[in-house]
């Protein structure tokens, strides 16, 4: 997986990349669907290549997309295109890849890159099955030893990950210079993935050390450092980066983004500030200029005018409509104005020449469909868990876009890292409340306990889906006295926030059924948990990636022992896992979380035993989970 968001999602800006159109067969070729490109092909991809890892990546793109149109039919053209926009984190990145391993079904190049593309959505088990097919192809292709081992190592298997780096190191000496820089980098994503950050740091500063003039090599360093609390390290990889990129917008935006993932602002600053006299109209540099200014020096009158301008340049920029509009309401207090400022930078500024009717964002009304999306997301988990639904509650959602924007106002400041994200602070810029029950009652809400869940997702639907699959997140969602939600998110380039607060039974849910998730007869199950959550339900030191969690929520207020629970495979024998008791802390739910990942397409068997309230609890049963069976290995 990416170990950093160089060129986050495309969506740093309204740069060529955003608009480009896919390569079409409008221009006939000649050149049949082969895995070995035409030399005029070759030559293209050569030339393209050369200009991505030199770090000029406005230039790569567009020989990238030319060589697809020159040449529409030959596969690995598309899959070098594929494997540039999955750098880029573009969606076009996996068309581009399918459409490479459509054109060339026995290619290993193609089938690698598709690998790659697919483990970094998060298609994890479909990413391994590609990797398999590249390496059946040819067990000399690098990029499939590497990339299958990735996406290995991606999924928890952390022996089969060892095992195919090994074999692509064997390959290193006549592999190039990034196929190189590759072993050491994918030696750093296992270790990431152990939990093993000292290793994973060695790793990534033996592959910049082999590709030493690559900015994605020191960006992933500078982001494995900040992870790792290295702010030195980090700092000097990032100068590093920027040095790298001194006058190349897209590439300057995106170690921007990435400082920003980091809570790096003054990295971020000093690389916004270069880029934005070079491409002054574009919406994106303005965008995040603002949330420098807002977030580092909050400086809300520059953040305003950087706003504004944005909209001026780009009337349809809803990101920047909606954080101008609750930068008004919540911090200078005043949203009639905001509406305003927003109507005239959308209408123009020109009277001489005036701008044709637009049509005016409404951050309010996208705020509300996307609660709406979240409310049914919720419903469908709980309706498989055989609970009743909930209903959305206007004054808990205004609560959740309220801290959503808090965030973002508040972003530089080391008191929102980590479980501080829960939390305001009094006096700083769009401050409602304390804790989720203060704010909550300062959208005079009082129906009862309050509680909050927080993601970075980009989506509802993506957020409710990465709560239910880790351990504390999926509790209040599943708890039987849960009656009312509110959902709100924010996105700012690269920052996105999802955020859901929970209005739970005044008296608890005594007499309830315990809940448990997966629940009996499901299928599709994922097989793997990759620990992002706080407070981490892994001991320290433990893998990153384990199996999926088994979850049983008891009644609020109920007495729970637990006695045994332990989770089977096909032969009956209990898969070793971390547990938790029932407590306070988890909501009075026991969790089971498996050590390694499941096996796909494999049918799995809970027990757990205990007392509820004094009195005898026994429960058994089974879930499917997704993919397809692993092959036997012959003897």
């Known amino acids: 997986m990416p170990l950093v968001a160089l060129l986050v999602a495309g969506a740093l800006g309204g740069t060529a990349i ?46 990238y997309a030319t060589a697809g149109r020159d040449h529409p039919r030959d596969a690995l053209v598309h899959a070098a295109y594929a494997l540039f926009l999955n750098y880029r984190h573009h969606p076009m990145a996996l068309s581009e890849a399918k459409r490479a391993v459509a054109l060339a079904p026995d290619s290993a190049r193609a089938q690698a890159i598709l690998c790659r593309v697919l483990d970094w959505t998060d298609q994890i088990d479909a990413a391994v099955a590609a990797g398999r097919r590249a390496v059946s192809l040819s067990e000399r292709e690098p990029l499939a030893r590497l990339f299958l081992g990735e996406a290995l190592s991606d999924r ?116 916004l500030r270069r880029a934005l006299p070079l491409q ?79 049509t005016v964002p409404d951050p309010d009304a996208t705020v509300a469909a996307h609660a709406q999306r979240g409310l049914e997301a919720v419903n469908r988990v709980r309706a498989a868990a055989g609970l009743a639904p909930v209903v959305l509650d206007s004054r808990l959602s205004a609560a959740a876009l309220s801290h959503t924007y808090y965030w973002l106002f508040n972003n ?85 926030m999802e955020d859901m607060e929970f209005g739970f039974a005044a008296g608890g849910s005594p007499g309830a059924a315990p809940v448990a998730y997966p629940p009996d007869g499901a299928d599709r199950v994922p097989t793997s948990f990759v620990d992002n959550e706080l407070p981490d339900p892994v001991p320290a030191g433990g893998p990153r990636v384990t199996g999926y969690p088994v979850t049983v929520t008891f009644p609020s207020g109920a007495v729970v022992r637990v006695s045994s629970f332990t989770l089977s495979g096909p032969n009956g024998a209990a898969l070793d896992a971390f547990r938790l008791a029932p407590s306070v802390d988890t909501e009075n ?45 012959s003897a």
Do not use: C
Request: hydrophobic share 45%; glycine share 8%.
């Open 18 to 63: 955003a608009e480009l159109t896919r390569p079409a067969g409008s221009r006939r070729s000649t050149t049949p669907p082969t895995g070995a490109p035409s030399t005029s092909a070759a030559a293209a991809v050569a030339a393209a290549d050369a200009l991505f890892f030199s770090n000029r990546y406005a230039p790569a793109e567009r020989a």
């Open 156 to 271: 928890g298997d952390s022996a089969g990950a060892a095992a195919e780096l090994s074999a692509a190191a064997l390959l290193a000496p006549s592999a190039s210079v990034y196929q190189r820089a590759e072993v050491e980098r994918e030696q750093a994503n296992l270790a990431f993935d152990q939990g093993d950050t000292a290793s994973q740091l060695t790793h990534l500063r033996a592959a910049l050390a082999v590709q030493p003039d690559w900015v994605e090599r020191a960006s992933e360093l500078a982001g494995a450092a900040f992870n790792a609390g290295d702010v030195g390290q980090a700092r000097q990889a990032f100068d590093r980066a920027l040095a790298l990129a001194p006058d190349d917008v897209e590439l300057l935006q995106g170690l921007a983004g990435a400082a920003l993932l980091q809570s790096d602002y003054l990295t971020a600053a000093r690389a």
């Open 412 to 496: 530089a400041s080391p008191a929102v890292a980590k479980l501080g994200i829960h939390r305001e602070t009094v006096g700083t810029p769009g401050f409602t409340g304390v804790r989720a029950p203060d704010r909550a009652l300062a959208f005079d809400y009082s129906a009862g306990p309050v509680g909050e869940d927080i993601t970075h997702r980009g989506s509802a639907d993506a957020a409710v889906g990465d709560w239910v699959d880790s351990v504390y997140h999926r509790i209040p969602i599943l708890r039987p006295d849960l009656r009312a939600i509110g959902y709100a998110d924010a996105v700012l380039g690269p920052l996105p």
């Open 280 to 358: 002054p109209r574009d919406s994106g540099l303005l965008d995040l200029n603002a949330q420098v200014a807002m977030a580092l020096d909050h400086d809300s009158a520059t953040a305003d005018a950087l706003l504004q301008r944005s909209l001026d340049a780009r009337p349809d920029d809803a990101q920047a409509a909606a954080y101008l509009l609750n930068l008004a309401r919540d911090v200078e207090h005043d949203q009639t104005r905001g509406r305003r400022e927003i109507a005239s930078a959308v209408a123009g500024g020109d009277e001489l020449v005036p701008r044709p009717a637009r």
């Open 589 to 633: 739910s026991a969790s089971l979380l498996p050590r390694t990942s499941l096996r796909p397409g494999t049918r799995y068997t809970v027990q757990l035993r205990g007392t509820v309230g004094g009195r005898t609890y026994a429960r058994v049963w089974s879930f499917t989970t997704a993919g397809t069976p692993a092959p036997a290995l």
